[in-house]
């Protein structure tokens, strides 16, 4: 069996790394189109779960506009589709990578396989353009891989067929947990101010990238986070997003702030060993709403709503928005003792068995289709 895993940033390297490899496993033959929609902040990833790229676009990321990338994206991706040769087209989640590879599967006529399938918010702009790339995605899978029971559950509603989608965990965890033993003891961070992090503060990261934040939400959440540091028993940890818009909003407000460190994009596993030292999380990333319940980790999703609301009822995020109060407020709170304030609830995203599940289903799917020919 052939597999195309298409991908073109740094979380669809992290959450389809783990299915590449339980894929290959089982004995798969395994191509891999990267369309580079992110460069420099994929950087050490396909060597930590060992990709070999097979097929790579280009100037995606030159061209500026989204209907741009995706045309661009789907007419790279046909070169490779058009031959006829792949049994299967693998995607995740809701970029403009996924959205392109599920167009072009499903014109070519090649069945299509969507990792964490189901997200919703129900607001079509919200977050823009994810919430249309996800639908976009699911109308074209043939197998859909829900995170949890809650997305099989809006699947279903869509009406999707019940046998086209199977509850596999989410393939975060498995990313994470992969990760977390490469740093289990000894590890040297990769980024020396990652290395030289002081003892003596309370680390608070932030990851902050969605589009619709840029302006004013933006600048309301930075002056928060200018505003914590400022009480001097924190470090506000702020990965800056290569978004020229943003990284020029965030260099505005906290650019040589004490207790402010604004760093390069790190590598995963700087990431997760950061991750691991926090107290807590100001972000509207959806990867880290499924990373941080691992480590007991609460968050502060600023965000007005989000797809993942699993996080929130199992106690581990809150939303707040944009709202300064909030944010200060809710830092404040979580770092106000002289330990973490961890959680003991489980990861509602999964067991890290996900991957395994999804290569099973898949090859079972085959060998079905096989017999029924």
Not at 99 to 115: I, Q
Not at 225 to 243: I, M, Q, S, T
Not at 362 to 367: D, P
């Amino acid at each position: 069996m052939r597999i195309l895993v298409a991908f073109g940033t740094r979380p669809e390297i992290i959450k389809l790394g783990p299915v590449y490899r339980a894929l290959r496993r089982a004995g798969a033959h395994v191509d891999v189109f990267w369309s580079g929609q992110h460069t420099d902040l994929a950087e050490g990833l396909m060597d930590l779960f060992g990709i070999e790229l097979t097929h790579s676009g280009s100037g995606v990321v030159q061209e500026s506009s989204l209907a741009g990338k995706f045309a661009l994206i789907t007419q790279q991706m046909q070169s490779v589709l058009g031959s006829r040769q792949h049994d299967w087209v693998v995607v995740q989640g809701d970029t403009m990578t996924a959205a392109a590879g599920a167009l072009t599967a499903f014109l070519n006529g090649v069945p299509l396989a969507h990792v964490e399938a189901g997200l919703r918010t129900g607001t079509l702009d919200s977050p823009w353009p994810e919430e249309f790339n996800r639908r976009l995605v699911t109308i074209a899978s043939t197998l859909h891989f829900a995170p949890t029971a809650r997305a099989r559950d809006n699947l279903l509603r869509e009406g999707v067929p019940r046998d086209c989608v199977a509850v596999v965990g989410n393939t975060a965890v498995d990313a994470l947990l992969h990760a977390r033993s490469r740093i289990a003891a000894g590890y040297e961070p990769i980024d020396p101010e990652i290395a030289n992090l002081p003892r003596d503060r309370k680390l608070v990261l932030a990851t902050l990238h969605r589009r619709e934040n840029i302006g004013k939400p933006l600048d309301d959440i930075l002056w928060a986070l200018r505003e914590l540091a400022d009480d001097g028993d924190k470090l506000v940890l702020l990965p800056v997003h290569p978004n020229p818009d943003i990284r020029a909003q965030v260099v505005r407000a906290l650019g040589g702030r004490p207790n402010v460190r604004l760093l390069q994009s790190l590598q995963y596993t700087d990431f997760v060993f950061v991750l691991s030292r926090s107290w807590t999380v100001v972000t509207d990333s959806g990867g880290v709403q499924e990373e941080a319940p691992t480590f007991g980790l609460p968050i502060l999703i600023a965000r007005e709503s989000t797809e993942r609301p699993e996080v929130v009822e199992a106690g581990f995020g809150t939303l707040v928005g944009s709202d300064r109060h909030a944010i200060v407020a809710g830092v404040r709170r979580l770092t106000g003792s002289n330990a973490t304030q961890l959680l003991p609830a489980c990861n509602p995203f999964g067991d890290g068995e996900a991957s395994r599940r999804i290569a099973e289903r898949i090859f079972n799917a085959s060998q079905m289709q096989q017999a029924a020919e």
